[in-house]
């Protein structure tokens, strides 16, 4: 069985900062790409940030230059480090990962964690 779980959310001012953790664990045969998407109230879930096997990134327009993505490879995390937060980046953030299903990966399945709450106060 596997597991996605998602931390360091919190409370945070205005230009503030905070950093994210994912950790996947269970029956791991690999891992093709791990990502962060967030949901804000009233709103859809949105992609925030991606990276895949080789570590190539990929960010939404709103969060390039403050937000940070990268990945532990030897424990199976990934991180989203948060500057310069504002109000509008007030959300629940989750975590994405797509398993291989084999090891050469040619197909694979996405997990969702629970997700974990950053509220930016203005």
């Known amino acids: 069985q596997v597991q996605v779980v998602e931390s360091g959310g919190g409370l945070v001012q205005d230009g503030g900062s905070l950093r994210l953790s994912c950790v996947v664990s269970?029956?791991?045969?690999?891992?093709?790409?791990m990502a962060w998407y967030r949901q804000a109230p009233g709103k859809q879930r949105e992609l925030v940030a991606g990276?895949?096997?080789?570590?190539?990134?990929n960010y939404v327009d709103f969060v390039k230059g403050r937000f940070t993505i990268s990945r532990d490879y030897a424990n199976n995390m990934v991180y989203l480090e948060m500057n310069s937060l504002k109000s509008d980046d007030t959300a629940v953030y989750y975590c994405k990962v797509d398993l291989c299903d084999t090891a050469s990966c040619g197909s694979f399945r996405s997990y969702w964690g629970k997700g974990t709450l950053v509220t930016v106060s203005s």
């Open positions: 990276i895949n096997s080789v570590g190539s990134t």
């Open positions: 269970g029956n791991i045969v690999g891992i093709h790409a």
